[in-house]
């Protein structure tokens, strides 16, 4: 009958053991190391209850018999910490408060081995019939009943935190929680009833085999997978609708704004629902979930006669070896959202609108004055000198007020998402001409020699009115800030692809600082020309948008008193 009894001892010590490497690999989830190691301390005690009943000598007994205690001992720790860091909202417990704790019951430990001298646990130990009879101290039994009441308080913790967790978890997690009572029921018979701790340390032993059936238990309903039991507190609190579907398309868990959002819809009980019913006004969500690919969706919901926007995040739930355990859907409400970014691209539209027509009705008359005014320059002569000085002005501040108006406009069109340039070949010389002769006045007025030194036959691929453009503003600024009798040179230089354009001036130049703040958007800054001209500053900013929308770039190189060369670089058009 011993032989049987050791051999059943042997078979619960194995299965202890296997229960610590089916959880090494749960090993990183909360709490889960500290039950590796109240597993090791019963593995232990298992193996000194074996080796006690083998053994027939007093002193082998009771090494055995310590090596027991030490294993008991530990485990109140452990299971301490176990039970925090599992319930305590996945908090760690700080290291000190670690130290602290196991330091007491390894002074404890101590004492059992050094009991010999200091009898603080045992009255007497003796051998009777080849089993070890002891008998307690009052320090002992007080450190022992002080143990009992912290395990059943964690005991309790436990099966609190268990009732409060959906129902396909809970009575499982009771069943659990009843099975690890077993061997915590045992010592507390052996504390009230001494004299049957030889046949109760075997029972207790074969709680191996109650613990395998535990470790089954864990494993089928995923306990440290899919729904870990700690998240509840956290779980409902948040404010995002959070809905968990298994690998099967079930669903298996949701908060209490996802249960509140699908009772809307009518669907009062989700628990247990498959997707295929769930979702199936939603094809791109139930994609997602079924395949368990991680996207985002947004979908319209109708509750009350009230239509509601919502964006869905759909994430995979991966658990060991990447193997697929589900998904996760988080559903956030942005109807308001939604609604504001539709308000946002009216006003976009209506602004639009405005500049269309504004556009139109500022650049039309100051056109027709500006003709105007040129038709009573080119018979300058036949006015006195005080009317030749109030046209001359006239001229300068309509010429000015045009050039304004066409940069803002055309500033604000290079900030459009939908502008298209029209390319086409274009003649680039002649293009120069045509800005040379817009502003041949502007330059007659301080006597600049202008020279287009652009080879006939010199063809890029861009939009007119956009080179148009870029040429004008740079020869405006350059006859702007070129003393009066200097020169201006427009020269283009052609590479395999790309043609670059120069606008060059022996004017006044530009410091470093200045250089650095040319094209800064956040500062428009505008100097005074060589005779007083002013302007808004926005012509090389409108300008630089252009050339980089046409697939070049702009720079500059200036000295003081040097002048000036802007160049920018337009892609090369094949002859017509």
Not at 156 to 166: A, G, M, P, Q, V
Not at 290 to 319: A, C, F, H, M
Request: charged share 15%; with cysteine.
């Amino acid at each position: 009958m011993f032989t049987v009894e050791l051999i059943f001892m042997i078979i619960s010590v194995i299965m202890m053991g296997i229960i610590f490497f089916s959880l090494y690999r749960f090993r990183r989830e909360p709490g889960v190391r500290y039950l590796m190691g109240l597993v090791v301390c019963r593995i232990i005690f298992a193996i000194s209850v074996v080796l006690e009943k083998s053994s027939h000598l007093l002193v082998e007994k009771v090494i055995f018999r310590n090596f027991q205690q030490t294993g008991l001992i530990f485990i109140v720790p452990l299971f301490i910490v176990f039970v925090y860091e599992l319930t305590g909202s996945r908090r760690v417990m700080q290291l000190y408060l670690k130290i602290a704790l196991f330091s007491i019951f390894s002074l404890v430990a101590l004492c059992i081995w050094l009991d010999t001298y200091l009898h603080v646990i045992y009255y007497s130990v003796q051998l009777y019939e080849d089993e070890l009879v002891t008998t307690r101290t009052m320090v002992a039994k007080g450190f022992n009943l002080l143990c009992y009441s912290a395990l059943a308080t964690c005991m309790y913790i436990l099966f609190k935190y268990l009732w409060s967790i959906r129902n396909e978890f809970r009575k499982p997690g009771i069943l659990v929680l009843l099975l690890m009572s077993l061997p915590f029921m045992l010592e507390i018979i052996e504390f009230a009833k001494p004299q049957w701790a030889s046949w109760l340390g075997v029972l207790s032993v074969f709680c191996g085999m109650t613990g395998t059936l535990i470790l089954l238990i864990v494993l089928r309903f995923k306990f440290f997978s899919i729904v870990p039991i700690a998240k509840n507190i956290v779980f409902d609190t948040i404010q995002e609708s959070i809905l968990i579907i298994n690998a099967s398309g079930k669903v298996i868990d949701s908060n209490k704004k996802a249960t509140q959002f699908f009772s809307e819809i009518g669907y009062y009980n989700i628990y247990g629902s498959t997707i295929t019913q769930l979702l199936e006004q939603w094809p791109e969500w139930y994609n997602l979930c079924q395949t368990s690919q991680q996207g985002s969706v947004e979908i319209d919901v109708w509750t009350n006669g009230e239509r509601k926007i919502y964006r869905v995040n759909i994430y995979p739930l991966r658990v060991f070896r990447n193997q697929s355990q589900g998904s996760v859907s988080l559903i956030f409400d942005i109807t308001e959202k939604q609604g504001h970014l539709e308000k946002i691209a009216h006003l976009n539209e209506l602004k639009d609108q405005l500049f269309t027509i504004v556009s139109h009705d500022i650049r039309s008359p100051l056109a027709m004055q500006y003709q105007l005014v040129e038709i009573l320059e080119e018979d300058l002569d036949q006015f006195g000198a005080e009317h030749q000085e109030i046209i001359m002005k006239l001229g300068e501040q309509i010429r000015n007020t045009l050039g304004m108006s066409n940069n803002l406009l055309e500033w604000f069109r290079s900030q459009r998402e939908d502008i298209g340039l029209r390319s086409q070949i274009l003649e680039l010389r002649e293009v120069v001409e045509e800005s040379c002769y817009l502003l041949h006045i502007n330059s007659i007025a301080k006597h600049l020699n202008v020279h287009n030194n652009i080879s006939v036959g010199t063809y890029i691929n861009a939009d007119r009115e956009a080179v148009g453009l870029i040429i004008r503003n740079l020869l405006s600024n350059a006859i702007k800030f070129t003393p009066t009798g200097g020169s201006i040179h427009i020269e283009a230089q052609s590479s395999e692809d790309m043609v670059t354009i120069a606008v060059c001036d022996n004017g006044i130049g530009m410091n470093i600082d200045q250089l650095q703040q040319l094209f800064v958007t956040k500062q428009i800054n505008s100097s005074t020309g060589t005779l007083g001209e002013k302007g808004a500053g926005l012509g090389l900013l409108v300008s630089k948008q252009f050339v980089q929308l046409s697939g070049g770039t702009m720079w500059v190189e200036s000295e003081i008193g040097q002048g000036s060369s802007f160049y920018f670089t337009m892609r090369r058009g094949a002859s017509l």
